[in-house]
């Protein structure tokens, strides 16, 4: 079918991943980029919208189908399906399977990868918890899974914890800037909490995605879990009398735990074993944070099976769609609010206050803590990622 092209049912749209019914005493059309619009006949009613990607799979060959409306007709009267012809086409036939312009997102399409991507990272984190030591992220599941692109940009994350995944873009993006030559078979540890990091006892692990060919960057893969003993003057990975980041534990930064393949898990044991507070449980650590390892490395895999299936542009483009329809999506959101300023105000148990002013203006909102009480002594306070973090969570929940 070409734009344009109508069929009067009953009729039946074959496609590889899905089939359209055309009822009797309804029309469909294919609309310009792709839909098919089906209404009563002899009147518009707006239906269901799918995208017709007629006929098989093609060949390497380099052969399109696409069924014209006599075939698609005289296929309708005859047994009901639309059968597919064929044509000589000059695309690329793994994208013609799956979308024929990246730079133009099919809207099907677009729900089928941001699932596809969602589903890596969620895989990541059942891989996460079968395979880790610690009770408390086995069970108790304090651990987030999300993927990221060559920039650090968050494309998607599993739902797990919204601290955790609204500050994991930065480290990411600190990792990238402080590591620049990155190579395929590097992994990076770091709970910093000045780059990015929540505080200490949540270990991130970040895995670069490399082209199998090129060796060029294509995206990350993070995993972030909460170690129940990371040291400190006192158990609990939280004292509460701590005076200093030292007095909360270990400081893991920017450490590259595999380089190129080459595990250096010897010197990450003398790190959580050194120091004023050393950790009280390395073995965990270890397990964990090879838990970790193993998360990421199975987004990595996953991602590669993505890229050979449907292609490098095809990915790295419905990434990118991902991306821009989130950003659209909360504009929107916003634009539905009056627009005004929205203050509020809150104290902490020691009477710290707490305040904020949001203001909103169309689809943009500003978020304004000026008048928030200044650092606290002990370890309570809110780095930029955390804070970061929790603005970005509540606009998600919007």
Do not use: W
Not at 124 to 139: A, C, D, H, I, R
Not at 371 to 388: C, E, Q, S
Request: net charge neutral; aromatic share 6%; charged share 20%.
């Amino acid at each position: 079918m070409h734009p344009g092209d109508q069929l009067t049912g009953p009729a039946i749209v074959c496609e590889p991943t899905s089939t359209v019914v055309i009822d009797p005493g309804f029309e469909a059309r294919l609309l310009e980029r792709g839909e098919i619009l089906i209404e009563v006949a002899g009147r518009r009613v707006r239906g269901a919208e799918k995208r017709v990607q007629g006929g098989q799979r093609p060949e390497p060959r380099d052969e399109g189908t696409t069924p014209t409306e006599q075939q698609g007709a005289r296929a309708g009267r005859d047994d009901g399906h639309v059968r597919a012809g064929r044509r000589r086409s000059t695309s690329n036939p793994r994208r013609s399977a799956c979308a024929p312009e990246p730079a133009a997102p099919d809207p099907v399409l677009l729900e089928i990868f941001n699932n596809l991507f969602a589903s890596i990272a969620e895989q990541m984190g059942v891989t996460l918890q079968k395979t880790s030591f610690s009770t408390n992220v086995k069970e108790r599941l304090d651990f987030s899974c999300a993927l990221f692109d060559p920039q650090g940009n968050l494309v998607v994350n599993a739902p797990h914890i919204p601290v955790h995944l609204g500050a994991m873009s930065e480290t990411v993006k600190r990792i990238l800037a402080d590591n620049p030559d990155m190579k395929p078979g590097d992994v990076y540890v770091t709970n910093d909490p000045y780059r990015g990091g929540s505080h200490l006892p949540d270990v991130t692990v970040i895995t670069p995605v490399h082209h199998a060919a090129s060796g060029g960057l294509l995206f990350f893969t993070a995993s972030r879990a909460h170690h129940a003993e990371i040291g400190g003057v006192a158990p609990g990975s939280m004292p509460p009398f701590s005076r200093n980041l030292a007095e909360e534990g270990v400081l893991i930064r920017n450490f590259k735990l595999v380089d190129g393949g080459a595990a250096h898990d010897d010197e990450l044991r003398r790190i959580l074993t050194s120091g004023p507070y050393p950790t009280r449980a390395v073995r965990d650590n270890l397990a964990d944070i090879a838990a970790q390892v193993a998360a990421n490395n199975s987004g990595v895999r996953q991602l590669n099976e993505l890229v050979q299936r449907y292609t490098l542009p095809v990915v790295q483009a419905y990434m990118k769609h991902i991306q821009q329809a989130a950003s659209e999506k909360m504009r929107l959101a916003l634009a539905a609010l009056p627009d005004g300023s929205y203050r509020f105000a809150d104290h902490l148990d020691d009477g710290s206050p707490i305040r904020v002013t949001i203001t909103i203006r169309g689809s943009q909102a500003k978020v304004d803590f000026t008048g928030t009480g200044p650092v606290v002594p002990g370890n309570l306070n809110a780095n930029r990622a955390i804070v970061t973090a929790a603005v970005l969570y509540i606009f998600r929940c919007l």
